[in-house]
């Protein structure tokens, strides 16, 4: 019998009320198929910071989902990120997702550790481990990090998130399967043993993709691109093709013994709610602990 399917859904925090709305009813909408936990992503400016905790207290007081709140260690002391650890628990917030995070200058430009902070993410990890009490998920690169020089150096970086207490770690989208199997063999061959769980994104958009993969070191397959070819202007098509697209790739990974997949929902919940029913996965009825 193959393992019970296990899903998580990532979430961004809203710019404005129409993307709340969107929020909102995306949540309601995929909360029945019960995921593990649902994330929701940081981003290290001020406003950034007080959305995600926002997104996640909410999702504490309204809802019986698990959430998992982002953390990058970029433009903070170790103070600052440790009181925004503390606010997290007193949200009831249990588990983190840490990250090193970008250049506030964005993908592509330098990174530069705070003086004052945690420089890299397994001292951020191994902060949040020493504080205890937290669940920690860090992120893994299935076709290296764009800053990272070689295999070797990815590797071990991903060993010291585990070293320091990550207890699973979440791909970077990726849509050639074989190569998240050859990353887990790398991973396995070099003594980890968290689940790598494989991030899902699916095609939305595919120019906004296209666009988003070359920034994030991703490739996008030949193939891809003719499967979308044409269909920028026609909306309904492209989510019917998202969709046989993505199930695909789900199905494969799922037949190769994957039990545990992380969507990159985009806020959207049609696609995601399709592919997890393709899956084999059926609501059910949540109800918040009194
Ligand atoms: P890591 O994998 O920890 O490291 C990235 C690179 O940094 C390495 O390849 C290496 O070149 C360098 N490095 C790391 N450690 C060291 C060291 N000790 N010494 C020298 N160099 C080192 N971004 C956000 O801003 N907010 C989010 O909420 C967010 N969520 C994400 C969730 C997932 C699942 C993923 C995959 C990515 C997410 N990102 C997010 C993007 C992420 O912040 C960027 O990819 C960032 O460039 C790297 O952060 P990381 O934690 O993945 O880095």
Redesign the pocket.
């Known amino acids: 019998m193959s393992t019970p399917l296990s899903v998580s859904f990532e979430f961004f925090p809203p710019r404005n009320d129409d993307m709340e709305r969107t929020l909102w009813e995306s949540v309601e909408r995929l909360a029945p198929l019960a995921p593990r936990f649902v994330s929701v992503?940081?981003?290290?400016g001020g406003t950034t910071r007080e959305r995600t905790h926002a997104t996640v207290a909410r999702l504490v007081a309204e809802t019986a989902l698990q959430p998992a709140a982002?953390l990058?260690c970029?433009a903070a002391t170790r103070a600052d990120i440790d009181a925004i650890v503390e606010e997290y628990w007193s949200a009831g917030v249990r588990h983190i997702?840490a990250?090193?995070?970008?250049a506030l200058a964005g993908?592509g430009a330098t990174?530069e550790p705070h003086p004052g902070g945690y420089?890299?993410?397994?001292d951020l990890v191994e902060a949040i481990t020493r504080r205890g009490g937290f669940e920690v998920s860090?992120?893994a690169?299935p076709e290296r990090?764009p800053?990272?020089p070689d295999w070797d150096?990815?590797i071990a970086?991903l060993k010291?998130?585990r070293d320091a207490g990550a207890t699973r770690a979440?791909?970077?989208f990726f849509f050639e399967n074989d190569l998240y199997f050859q990353y887990v063999e790398r991973v396995r061959k070099a003594g980890i043993d968290i689940p790598i769980v494989p991030?899902i994104l699916p095609v939305q958009n595919f120019a906004q993709v296209a666009n988003f993969a070359k920034r994030?070191g991703s490739s996008v397959p030949e193939k891809l691109a003719r499967r979308f070819e044409g269909l920028d202007g026609d909306q309904q098509t492209r989510a019917l093709v998202a969709a046989a697209v993505c199930a695909e790739q789900v199905e494969d990974l799922r037949a190769r013994g994957v039990s545990e997949f992380h969507f990159y929902t985009m806020n959207r919940a049609n696609l995601v709610y399709a592919i997890c029913h393709l899956l084999g996965l059926r609501p059910q009825h949540l109800q918040k602990a009194a």
């Open positions: 992503t940081y981003g290290a982002h990058t970029v997702v990250l090193r995070g970008d993908p990174y420089a890299y993410t397994h860090v992120s690169y990090h800053d990272s150096t990815e970086l010291a998130k979440i791909t970077q991030g994030c």
